[in-house]
């Protein structure tokens, strides 16, 4: 990843999950987040949704499963942290 963690991504991840935001790192996932389950996971891809103004595809959101792999995903829809 060329871009650093933006912290409204971190922030959002962190809340979402209930964790520390310095724990948030592209590097975690769904397997080693504890708290990221199939329910949190619905209610970050909504989140991040609302708070970049942009709409992922239903089929593209199951793979979203890493900070990395979101933000990666953010940034081809053209958001700019």
Known sequence: MS???P???RDLVADT???EPDEVT???NTETAENWD???HLQL???VEGEYGIQFDPSAIAH????AAIQDAL???GVTF
């Open 3 to 5: 871009q650093p963690l």
């Open 7 to 9: 912290a409204s991504l």
């Open 17 to 19: 999950l209930e964790i």
């Open 26 to 28: 592209p590097e975690l």
């Open 38 to 40: 199939s329910f949190r």
């Open 45 to 47: 891809m909504l989140g």
């Open 64 to 67: 979203l499963t890493s900070v």
């Open 75 to 77: 940034i081809k829809k």
